[in-house]
């Protein structure tokens, strides 16, 4: 029988009365969600390339290169749901919940590569402008934006997912990327100005970094340990000190095990050993209530006893 799924392993990972109710496994994900839009993504991408080199328009080209980006970066994104399902195991005892962060952050560095390049050929284009196929950059833009909303729609469902929340922002790019080649198309068409097309694509890059920032900071928070947005620190202190029996609180620590998951450890002074039990239930109960904190895990000392180690 492997180590991984050995009767001791799933002894030492259960949840009895009184521990934390959620599982280090990621549930209720459905991969579908991702596995639809890769499919979308991926097909059209390879159409939009066409398109853009038939048409030299660097507008529908820079749009196929966002989306064979994000093709790539819905595969990774299924990947590591398909990995946070996983139970824990020997050598991972916290579940693979966090490979969804590790995505979200691996699709934002990538993100960023792409609008560098796009930046550097619209640079490329106000100095030599280039012939564009406005007809052409308009059917396959108008194409590829029904696409991309089809894909934003079917990704929102899972908006509470950093991880499918990395993977929109790249979709919600590619969005603006076909609204931008359509506007480009539409201009060069009726006016001749080909300017139009590395204008609009500056333009985009630029909304795409702010989106792709904030998630390169949202999944960065949780790789490394951060205090969980919504909970404050020094009031969690202050709450654990304010419950009875309570003397003092110190190594206290908070952090989000995945998206989600916040785990609190500690220890914590109190006047008697005998009065843990019932001032540990009512710590639980508060950290629950005031401050969603499941996974708590807190190690009592007595005045008694810490006279004794010093």
Do not use: C
């Not at 799924?5 to 994900?29: F, M």
């Not at 097909?43 to 328009?57: D, K, M």
């Not at 979200?104 to 560098?116: D, K, P, Q």
């Amino acid at each position: 029988m492997s180590r991984k799924h050995s009767p001791r392993a799933a002894e030492l990972h259960a949840h009895r009365a009184g521990d934390a109710h959620h599982h280090h496994a990621i549930e209720g994900r459905d991969p579908r969600v991702l596995g639809v839009a890769f499919a979308l993504t991926l097909g059209f991408a390879a159409i939009e390339a066409g398109a853009g080199f038939l048409a030299n328009s660097l507008a529908l080209i820079a749009d196929a290169g966002h989306m064979v980006t994000d093709s790539m970066a819905l595969a990774l994104a299924l990947l590591a749901q398909m990995l946070a399902r996983r139970p824990p195991s020997p050598k991972h005892s916290f579940g693979f919940g966090r490979s969804e962060a590790l995505a979200a952050f691996v699709n934002g560095l990538a993100m960023l590569a792409v609008i560098g390049w796009i930046v550097y050929e619209a640079v490329q284009r106000f100095v030599a402008p280039a012939e564009v196929r406005g007809v052409m950059v308009l059917v396959v833009a108008a194409i590829g934006l029904g696409i991309n909303l089809v894909v934003a729609w079917v990704l929102s469902h899972d908006r509470e997912n950093i991880n499918t929340r990395a993977a929109l922002v790249h979709v919600m790019g590619d969005l603006l990327g076909s609204v931008a080649a359509l506007a480009a198309g539409a201009v060069i068409y009726l006016t001749g100005w080909m300017t139009i097309d590395p204008l609009l694509s500056l333009l985009v890059s630029l909304l795409i970094l702010r989106s792709t920032v904030a998630v390169l900071r949202d999944s960065y928070h949780v790789l490394m340990e951060g205090v969980p947005h919504h909970i404050d620190y020094l009031q969690v202190g202050a709450d654990i000190r304010a419950v009875p029996g309570v003397l003092s609180v110190h190594d206290l620590h908070v952090w989000e095990m995945a998206a989600g998951q916040p785990a609190l450890i500690g220890h914590v002074e109190v006047r008697g050993i005998d009065e843990w039990p019932q001032v540990l239930g009512s710590i639980k109960a508060m950290l629950l209530e005031r401050h969603g904190i499941d996974h708590v895990t807190l190690q009592p000392e007595s005045s008694s006893m810490l006279k004794e180690v010093h």
